[in-house]
Structure formats: C-alpha cells, structure tokens
C-alpha cells in the first residue's frame, strides 16, 4: 500500500478537500482506498497528539482489508519542521509516500492567514503581522512558501506535489487537481463547474480585528505570549492554548454594547489603508517557483501564479497595548464573565443530556 500526505497549506481549500473525502469514503473504498482528515494522532509537533502506534495500526488495517491506497489530509503538515516530519515518516513505515501541498499566492493567502491566527488565538495588528514577517522572512513559513517543499525533501519525502491554487481557481476548482495528484479516479471526481466547494469561512476583517484584541487582553492577564500562532511556525513548538472567543465576544455584545461600541471607535480612529501588491513578494515567488518547477502539478502559462491585481485592506493599527488600563481591565472582567456564563451552558447541556438519554438532544 502507497501513501498519499496532503499537508496542506492552510486556506487553500484543505477544507472542501477533507469535506469531499469524508462524503465519499464507500465509493473510495470500492476503489481500495482508504482516507484520514485530520487526524490528530499525524501531528508530529505535538506530544500530545501524535501516535506512531496508531498510525501504524491503522495502516496495518487497511491493509489487511486490501486497500491500495491511504490518503491522510492535515493542513499542519505543511507546518511541521525536519524533525517533526521525520518523525511522521518512520511512522509511515518503508511504504512509498507522496507529499501533496497546495500553495496559494501571498496576496489572498496572508489576508487569511492573518484573520484565521486573529479567530484562534493571536493579538497583532495585520500591518505587525505583514512587519514581522518580513523581519523574520528567512525562517517563517508563511513568507517562504518554499521551506515547505525543502523541508519535506529533508525529511525524506522524495515524491512530491506542489498545486498551484489560483491556477486550479482559475481553471474549475481546486478538487480536480487535488484528486488526480493523490491519484483518485477521475470517475469519481466532479467536471469543472460542478465542484462544490465547501468554504471555511473567515470572520470580516472588522470582527478579526475585535477578537484579536481580546485574545490581546486575555493572554496579558494569563501571562501567555500574544502571538501565539504566528510564533509557532517561527519555533516549531505547538501552540500552547487555542482561544476561539467569537462566542464570548457576540455575548459581550449583547450584554455590554457600550463596551464593544468603544472599542470598534478606539479601532476605527487608528485605521489605514493596506496596499499588497505581486511585487512586494517577487523574492518569495521566485524561491517558490525554483523550488517547485520540478513538482508542479498544475501550471497556467508555464507559471506557478497569475499575476494578482494589487490589493486594498482597510486596517487597524491598534495594538492591545495602545488600550489603556481602566478599558482593559473592563474587557477582562467581561471576557470572564462570558467564560462563566458558557460554562454554565455547558454543565446544564450536560445534565440535560444525561437525563434525556444519548440521541435525545
């Protein structure tokens, strides 16, 4: 049996891929092959997690019920250092192994990013986020798209794929060449203009820009890191704790609107406009594009992107610490009081499920 690692890169339909999978495990497995989305036990940079037993197991399994083929997509693959891969891929055992990544160009892929590390659990402003990483290009995996490709080569993944996002958006979707690359029939895959993509949707930038400044003033009062996320894949290290506060903050918005009407002024008063345009990544294009020229799976032109037109984002500049003290200790102590209030949710869900029985509620 042969291996197929999706790995990846976050916001490049990952989602819809794993959806498609999911809805189609009897007809894959009436072709002998067997698929894994997200499965925590392959993240390698997590102790926690990761269980080369199981994964051995499991593979095992398939095996011995015929299949031919396994198919593991997780989006934190592709963030994963040498050593962390190394480790994913003794536990593949000596079966041939393809690395299948999905890259997407800087101007719709770091607007994203950005919002999606602001839902889950950073702080930093976009024009911080965009600083940063150009102080930090050399190392961080979201300016150097190309460390993926090296650091899977590294690792021992001598088979790999690079598919080109805007190139399958330009061309019917991104399930097709998704599909042919992990070397699912082609019976079995929707035409062009019949793929239904399934989005995983981000918040707008004005809700991003509320959340991260909570996540800002709960990491001040826990004494974690603000940037959790975006430092990750600076150190290789897991993210210490997800915070995911959208639930609580709509809570604060119906129960302290004056609150939240403050701090979206506070927001407002220090916004700019963001240009991105292809040109301030044409150094990270090229190291792209040399490092997956062999590997391409879909190129448009001989090229790996378009050329995007320039983009405008209008952005705060506000940084937790720019709040002041007596505005900060209010948002904490409302942040807590939402916490209390979901857990009180949560423990009477749980009394009532009980009571009603499984399947009741």
Known sequence: ???????????????????????????????????????????????????????????TRFEKAGAARTVISHEDISTLDVEALKRLRAALGERPVRHVTTFRHWLGFLPSRWMQNCRRRDSQSFPAFLERLNRDAGMHVDARFDLVLKTALEAGFEDRIAISWDNAMATGGILAPLCDACGIPSGLVPQPGQQAVRANTGDPPETSEMLRLFNGVRARA??????????????????????????????????????????????????????????????????????????????????????????????????????????????????????????FLRRAAGRVRKYLGPGRI
Do not use: C, Y
Not at 15 to 26: A, D, G, H, K, V
Not at 35 to 41: A, E, G, I, M, N
Not at 42 to 56: G, K, L, Y
Not at 240 to 257: G, L, M, N, S
């Open 222 to 343: 826990e004494d974690r890191a603000p940037d959790a996320m975006f430092d990750a894949k600076l150190t290789g290290d897991r993210v210490d704790v997800f915070f995911d506060q959208r639930r609580r903050v709509e809570r604060i918005r119906q129960t302290d609107p004056t609150l939240i009407h403050e701090v979206e002024t506070f927001l407002a008063g220090r916004r700019e406009n963001v240009r991105l345009a292809a040109p301030d990544f044409a150094d990270h294009a090229e190291a792209l594009a040399a490092a997956a020229a062999p590997f391409l799976h879909n190129p448009l032109n001989g090229h790996l992107f378009p050329d995007p037109p320039p983009r405008v984002l209008a952005v705060s500049t506000v940084e937790v610490t720019d709040l002041a003290d007596p505005l900060r200790a209010r948002m904490l102590r409302r942040l807590r009081q939402a916490a209390r209030a979901d857990g």
């Open 1 to 59: 049996m042969d291996i197929v690692l999706h790995s990846g890169m976050h916001k490049t339909g990952t989602t819809s891929f794993q959806s498609w999978l999911r809805e189609r495990t009897t007809a894959l497995a009436a072709e002998r092959i067997r698929v894994l989305t997200v499965p925590p036990q392959v993240n390698a940079r997590d102790p926690d997690s990761f269980d080369p037993e199981w994964i051995r197991s499991i593979l």
